[in-house]
């Protein structure tokens, strides 16, 4: 091959014979190539697209050639990696040589993984140039918690450039939102040859890609797109159960809105934003900030199994167990960050969240094991945000096949598992509020005749009293009781004393109007409150209610019939009267007709 010439038309090359400085560069420019083509793996880069180049086994066979349909595809499995002996820090011109001794191996993976507490990696890769001018490129390196990220990149003029990244250094330089920290580069025409070393404490994907600067837009607009959805569901949660928390003091809304909003926090530490937003040069604070998100996640998901399942009132040992995993986690993740230890804290962080991952799937099949209300939305909520984290931690192992989707699993099954749990938490609500709703429906009902009783009447009859007060209309109270109940119920049992309060309570209901209060009093004494009724309509209404009682024949479940009579009291209400006071006339009218021979109306003063 020749020297293109930068500065002459396309397709015309010239040599400068005369320039003993451009042909050294070039000797030394050739001299790296000519190993590289025979070891390395390549990538292609042409108006066509990428084409990723594996070299064949054997030296006679033709490289596979895979063209990539998706130019943001990871390219880590066209690269070699080294691991540094630990303990000592390679240079550039060490992974050099070691990389001409043939110690660099070819990678499996399309996202090599630096696992916790491994040396430092570095990774090699040859990008091939094929058209005749230069191009600009973004190449993205890895994730946006990597501490420290080195890149040599060597252009075939002998050109090194040297770039510097991570969060130990300045979190928010050189990173891209959802995507990683990445450098701009301009690939001349031929081959360049890039040298990375990834130094980290804690696991780091290194999803190596190379795409056309013009490009750069779409792809980082897709992940902020997808990264502003994810933020915007989990404030949404987040705000919407506070709120519900704020007006119903639930427990299990607090702490669903704790686990929500954990995963938040860590999602928007992880993902880049908040190093933007919030510590943009900050080191110290982003060496701790995930791991410290990851703690709280994995706290905060406990409390809320721990309460949403009541597992106190079927497992109270392993509640208390719970209990003090989660303080001793917290302590300790406290007590490393005040101590600067970050390689204890990734180990306890990673621990933890794994640990907490399995356990609320086990918690929700011990829920279900015993019954507990909505245990299966739980565990069905747990298994498939357990399947997204395992989906995706397979994807970057190489496992199975790489791509953004599934990438993005761990955080779709996040999602799910929230949603799921707020639906729970919302039929949970709903049933509460039924169950409330049924309680005092006992609480202000007679269970025999389904009327109001005496508190239930309370609760009514003052509101109608004083806006017939304001409104200057009459009220009137008309008490009712059963002649001569108890011999009903010597004389044929309490069954047949039960079926006459019962008929009494159907008739009432027929008799009344659609605004009157009808209530069961006590024993055998039934009560109506008439609103806008005057002293000769009330005394009308009464007699017609009698004579009608006096009709009524109960029949016994033994086929016999039961005849009753009833003494009703009357009162109205004056200007100066209270409902207290209306109550007690009517009462002291009854006890008249009663002492006047029962089967009588009797009224109070008008």
Known sequence: SGLIGKHGAVGRYRLNLLGFRTIATFMVALMLVVPLAAMAQLVRLNADGIAGIEPATDTTAVPSIVALTDPTEPLGRYALLL??????RFTLDDARSRFAAGEFTRSTLAVPNLGNHAPPRWLHLVLENAESLPNDYRIYVAEGWTDRIDGWLTTPDGTTRHWQAGDQRSPSKSLHIGLGFGFDARLPPGRSELFLRADSVDSVALALRVVPLADTGLLEGAAQHWLGLVHGFLLALVVTYGLLW?????????????????YLYMHLAYSGVAAHAVWPDSPSISRFAILIGMCLFSSAGISFARDFLGVVSWAPRLDRVLAWVVRLALALMTVFVLTDAQGPAVSLAFAYITSFTLLMVALGALGVRHRRGQAGMFLIAAVISMAGALITTLAVMGKIPFSDMIFRLIEVGIMFEATIWAMALGLRL??????????LQLAQHDSLTGLFNRRGFLDR?????????????????????????RAINDENGHDAGDRTLEAVAGR?????????????????????LLPAMTHPEATSFAERLRLDLAQMVVTLVDGGTISLTASLGVAT???????????RQADDALYNAKQAGRNRVECSAA
């Open 573 to 583: 209400s004056t200007a100066s009267a209270s409902l207290e006071d209306l109550l």
């Open 246 to 262: 704020m007006a119903l003091r639930e427990s299990s809304l607090l702490r669903y809105v704790g686990y929500v909003g954990s």
């Open 430 to 439: 709903r049933r509460d509020r039924e169950d409330r709703v049924h309680a």
């Open 508 to 528: 009432l209901r027929e008799f009344a109007r659609a605004d009157d209060l009808i209530a069961r009093w006590g024993g055998e004494e039934f009560v109506i």
């Open 461 to 485: 009859a003052l509101p109608s009293y004083e806006a017939n007060l304001i409104a200057n209309t009459a009220l009137a109270v008309i008490m009712i009781d059963i002649d001569h109940f």
């Open 83 to 88: 691991d540094e002996v630990p303990g000592q």
